[in-house]
């Protein structure tokens, strides 16, 4: 709970209080973490659903699943520690390498011979 107070009228409005602005007890800081569903994480940090969806099966991101109106919603619990290690992983698109069309074809043409000498090669094996 967020504060202690004298009635018990009091304390559970606190509380509720702070669950409607999303926060629940165990973070770092200062006891609170704030909780965001999955579409508000992706927004938040600029990565797409799908990507957030991998994080969390993989176990990356803290979660809570609740029943809200009769259906399950995921939360992600946001922790400093947590995201300060996300942060550093997601490449910011200004330092992505700008290369011309020219380039990805030459690529995409390397990527193509390989292929197909893979294929070759387990053509011969079977």
Same mark, same amino acid.
């Not at 999303?22 to 797409?48: D, F, P």
């Not at 109106?69 to 910011?92: A, R």
């Given at each position: 709970?967020?504060?202690?107070?004298?009635?018990?009228?009091?304390?559970?409005?606190?509380?509720?209080?702070?669950?409607?602005?999303?926060?629940?007890?165990? $973070?770092?800081?200062?006891?609170?973490?704030?909780?965001?569903?999955?579409?508000?994480?992706?927004?938040?940090?600029?990565?797409?659903?799908?990507?957030? &969806?991998?994080?969390?099966?993989?176990?990356?991101?803290?979660?809570? &699943?609740?029943? @809200?109106?009769?259906?399950?919603?995921?939360?992600?619990?946001?922790?400093?520690?947590?995201?300060? @290690?996300?942060?550093?992983? /997601?490449?910011?698109? $200004?330092?992505? &390498?700008?290369?011309? /069309? @020219?380039?990805?074809?030459?690529?995409?043409?390397?990527?193509?011979?390989?292929?197909?000498?893979? /294929?070759?090669?387990?053509?011969?094996?079977?």
């Amino acid at each position: 709970m967020a504060r202690t107070y004298k009635s018990f009228a009091q304390s559970y409005i606190c509380k509720t209080h702070c669950e409607c602005l999303g926060y629940l007890e165990g $973070s770092t800081n200062g006891g609170l973490m704030e909780k965001v569903t999955i579409k508000a994480y992706a927004v938040k940090h600029k990565l797409s659903i799908f990507n957030v &969806v991998k994080m969390l099966k993989s176990k990356k991101l803290k979660t809570v &699943v609740e029943e @809200e109106d009769g259906k399950e919603i995921t939360y992600i619990l946001l922790d400093e520690i947590i995201e300060k @290690e996300i942060k550093k992983k /997601i490449i910011p698109s $200004s330092e992505k &390498v700008k290369c011309t /069309i @020219e380039d990805e074809i030459k690529l995409l043409k390397a990527e193509v011979k390989l292929l197909k000498l893979e /294929i070759e090669k387990l053509k011969i094996k079977t």
